[in-house]
């Protein structure tokens, strides 16, 4: 099993004592949030969140160099942005199908950082529906209450989730990601890259 021949991999594919193996040969590369990777990983998983994957770029490569890499996210989203921009790069990479939540729902276990060292937060999809139905609703009682056209908030956000299900991207998830419970700190950013380094 490569990375070149196999872009993708299924959670039953790695269930076996022989696959479950494998995967302690590949380098793994979360590329969710800080909080999103506390709330539960790969074994084994370093976490280096999607927007900060060209800053890792020369890690990820001589981590490649080693031996083949897997991309994991929440659902198989980021991680294939992650292999699209990696592989525009020259670096080969596969990704995990559904992610960690199918990870999980196939019975594999998530490792999880001791609650002193990261606090979980909510998953990017969730953090994106609360805001995505909170401005929807604002709009809706502003457009009631104080003038019709804030009804085109509501509109404006409905183009956006309509927008980001055909392009396949989310602007919204990309703006919360920055939010400071979003982003990692600079030190375990550079622990990441260590462990990348370090292989």
């Known amino acids: 099993m490569t990375t070149s021949s196999t872009p993708s991999l299924t959670p039953s594919s790695l269930g076996t004592d022989q696959a479950r193996d494998r995967l302690h040969e590949l380098t793994i590369i979360d590329v969710r949030t800080p909080g999103e990777y506390a709330s539960g990983h790969l074994p084994g998983a ?113 183009g956006g989730l309509v927008f980001s299900a055909l392009t396949d991207t989310c602007g919204m998830a990309y703006v919360l990601a920055k939010l400071p419970h979003n982003r990692p700190r600079a030190a375990d950013l550079e622990t990441a890259l260590a462990a990348l380094r370090a292989g």
């Open 46 to 158: 370093v976490n280096v969140p999607l927007d900060q994957v060209r800053r890792a770029l020369p890690e990820i490569r001589q981590a490649a160099e080693r031996g083949d890499l897997l991309v994991v996210c929440a659902s198989g989203a980021r991680s294939e942005n992650a292999r699209k921009l990696l592989a525009e790069r020259g670096v080969a990479v596969a990704t995990l199908i559904g992610g960690t939540g199918a990870w999980a729902a196939a019975g594999h276990d998530l490792d999880r950082p001791a609650a002193c060292e990261t606090r979980a937060t909510w998953g990017m999809e969730r953090q994106v529906r609360l805001v995505a139905g909170s401005l929807v609703l604002l709009g809706l009682l502003l457009g009631l209450v104080v003038h019709p056209a804030f009804q085109l908030l509501s509109a404006g956000v409905a």
